[in-house]
């Protein structure tokens, strides 16, 4: 029997709401449920219960339709990876593919100039209204990221805002996800395990089924808390801190249930490179860049990126193996 994890409880308020002092006690905390845990309950005045209740009612009108309408914006016809992503068309290194099915999108750049593989004009469904209530989420959670980079910061010790300069056009990432009803599909993974690629990752999500790997690694149950976000850092937040910090694995094993989640991947630009950042310590990781580890990343899972390296039109540079970040611990296999 999986035991349900403990996860630490940030109240973010006074983000926006207190003085310096008041961001500095929070970013201690943020600080200390970081370096414990890696993931951690994000709570906060800040948090609007009525975008998420908008988007998720989009959402579940969205996925109610039927596969071709949701296939005419398939995410391998995008230029910047983005729209409906069928069940089966992602799979980890060694798992099998994930039972759930998706509707990503990024910032919406729309410039000519500056657009990169991750970063330009989403692919949008035919769908009145959902683009507006996307993009209202998207903008939302996105303001908190900005509010909790500025703590990062002052975790760090840096000035508060250091990463502001490194987050103007970030290709941060949202994915709206669904996990069907399947009472047959117990053994078979919603997410296979992973850590999260960029610097870390706000959740929300309607039901339980999202574990994490404890010290001993051992797999947890993930307690979901009303009115709030599940919150994880990623591998770009463990190099900035010199691995203070650690990517957490995390999956979501349990799918005998309908289940919607929406996370919000906050990056730093693509072109900025993600190096150590704690003064007076030496480097323990090699800089990379944050969009091309994005990239690479994303694609080592899914089939039409797979694809087109097999037919040689995607060459990857530099790309490391997905299992690169993260506590290093024997990971229990149930």
Not at 138 to 162: K, M, N, P, S, W
Not at 282 to 305: D, I, V
Request: proline share 6%; glycine share 6%; aromatic share 10%.
């Amino acid at each position: 029997m999986i035991e349900t994890a403990v996860l630490p409880v940030v109240d973010i308020t006074a983000l926006v709401q207190g003085d310096r002092a008041a961001r500095a006690a929070v970013a201690a905390q943020l600080d200390r449920a970081c370096a414990d845990a890696g993931f951690l309950t994000i709570t906060g005045a800040q948090l609007d219960p009525a975008i998420f209740a908008r988007v998720l009612a989009r959402a579940k009108a969205y996925f109610a339709q039927d596969e071709a309408t949701k296939m005419a914006s398939y995410i391998g016809k995008s230029v910047n990876h983005s729209g409906y992503v069928p069940v089966g068309e992602e799979q980890f290194a060694g798992a099998t593919p994930d039972l759930k099915e998706a509707f990503d999108c990024n910032r919406d750049y729309r410039a000519e100039e500056g657009r990169r593989p991750l970063l330009g004009p989403n692919l949008w469904p035919e769908m009145p209204g959902f683009r507006e209530d996307v993009l209202a989420y998207y903008e939302h959670v996105t303001a908190i990221g900005r509010q909790l980079f500025a703590a990062f910061a002052l975790a760090l010790g840096l000035e508060e805002d250091h990463f502001a300069a490194h987050t103007r056009h970030s290709p941060s990432q949202l994915r709206l996800i669904h996990y069907p009803f399947d009472p047959t599909a117990q053994d078979r993974p919603g997410i296979g395990a992973h850590t999260d690629y960029e610097c870390f990752t706000l959740l929300y999500a309607t039901t339980a089924g999202l574990q994490i790997v404890d010290r001993d690694g051992a797999w947890r149950d993930v307690p979901l808390v009303p009115d709030s976000l599940i919150m994880n850092i990623g591998d770009m937040m463990e190099i900035m801190s010199n691995g203070r910090y650690l990517a957490t694995r995390h999956r979501v094993k349990r799918v005998a249930q309908e289940r919607y989640a929406f996370a919000l991947f906050h990056a730093c630009d693509y072109d900025h490179v993600v190096a150590p950042v704690v003064r007076g310590e030496a480097p323990r990781y090699a800089p990379l860049k944050s969009g091309e580890h994005l990239f690479n990343q994303t694609a080592q899972t899914f089939r039409y990126l797979k694809e087109r390296i097999a037919r040689g039109e995607l060459v990857l540079d530099d790309a490391v193996p997905l299992d690169s970040f993260g506590r290093r611990v024997e990971v229990a296999p149930t």
